[in-house]
T-cell receptor, first 114, second 114 residues
Framework: EAQVTQNPRYLITVTGKKLTVTCSQN?????MSWYRQDPGLGLRQIYY???????DKGDVPEGYKVSRKEKRNFPLILESPSPNQTSLYFC?????????????FGAGSRLTVL | AQKVTQAQTEISVVEKEDVTLDCVYE???????LFWYKQPPSGELVFLIR??????QNEISGRYSWNFQKSTSSFNFTITASQVVDSAVYFC???????????FGAGTRLFVKA
């Protein structure tokens, strides 16, 4: 089944403790992206990647890092999480699904930073 | 600058009523994609439709229909004979095909009462 898989789905952590949210897709898509969803703000793009070793900042990149060493994986790294990074995070890939390029999202990762 | 505006924060209707969700976008790109996604209470993002900027043909899929008007930069979504299962948050999104930046609207929460 074509899908984007994120882990963990739920995480509670403390300020300053580094964490990584993994994202993997099995559709061989070149493009992947991370978003955060906050009430009243919709989804905002954090980082995106056009291909292996090619990443670029979205609208809210501060406090986050990403890497794209393999086509299928695009982890989101919070080096020193802070409470304002408490949010619902989505990973997505873009590529053809039934002939049309669409954004396919993971199930989401709910992060709480205390 | 790119922007997507969903002016309706919340809409409440009674089952079987028709409801239209508005989406207005801004972009300087001549080629772009527009999307609608549904986020049910379970939290996942479900793809509904994609439109290319050069394809202004309206589309109907069962009870759902979409009206794309480039002249007014709008991509509105109508649910005919709404059902309780339509209760969700609906997001409109713009994807520029050049750099693959994505902009989401803030979302419209639809309540359908039995």
């Amino acid at each position: 089944e074509a899908q984007v898989t994120q882990n963990p789905r739920y995480l509670i952590t403390v300020t300053g403790k580094k964490l990584t949210v993994t994202c993997s897709q099995n559709m061989n898509h070149e493009y992947m992206s991370w978003y955060r969803q906050d009430p009243g703000l919709g989804l905002r793009q954090i980082y995106y990647s056009m291909n292996v070793e090619v990443t670029d900042k979205g609208d809210v990149p501060e406090g986050y890092k990403v890497s794209r060493k393999e086509k299928r994986n695009f982890p989101l790294i919070l080096e020193s999480p802070s409470p304002n990074q408490t949010s619902l995070y989505f990973c997505a890939s873009i590529g053809p699904v039934s002939g049309a390029n669409v954004l396919t999202f993971g199930a989401g990762s709910r992060l709480t930073v205390l | 600058a790119q922007k997507v505006t969903q002016a309706q924060t919340e809409i409440s209707v009674v089952e079987k009523e028709d409801v239209t969700l508005d989406c207005v976008y801004e972009t300087r790109d001549t080629t772009y994609y527009l999307f609608w996604y549904k986020q049910p209470p379970s939290g996942e993002l479900v793809f509904l439709i994609r439109r290319n900027s050069f394809d202004e043909q309206n589309e109907i899929s069962g009870r759902y229909s979409w009206n794309f008007q480039k002249s007014t930069s709008s991509f509105n979504f109508t649910i005919t004979a709404s059902q309780v299962v339509d209760s969700a948050v609906y997001f409109c999104a713009l994807l520029n095909t050049g750099g693959f930046k994505t902009i989401f609207g803030a979302g419209t929460r639809l309540f359908v009462k039995a």
